[in-house]
């Protein structure tokens, strides 16, 4: 469990804040291979400050580190307040480095809270 100011997080995640003090802190390609049977689904879920732009770029970030030429499919939520949104991806992955390179990507998008 992590307490991030009034976010309380029980599952395991990648936590980037304003310095990107946990940039580079990525699942294991060894481990990757060990749990899956490539190809598969695998999820991404990106936690961050709602807002059109951020939505656009994280699709955009999806798109590059999958390496489509079509923005991926994906499902958002609202918080209630309307301040964060979460972006659900399940994209067929053929290999680890596909997971590691969306994941690059994404680390490097701003208002990114918390990546899964």
Known sequence: MVNVGRLRIEQTGIFLNESNLLNGHLPPKELLLETHDFPCPYTFKVIGESGDEFVQNIVAAVRFGMKYDFDPPFQTKQTAAGRY??????????????????YAELQQQQGVILLL
């Open 85 to 102: 949104v979460s972006l659900t991806f399940e994209p067929v992955v053929e290999n680890p480095d596909q997971i590691l390179a969306v």
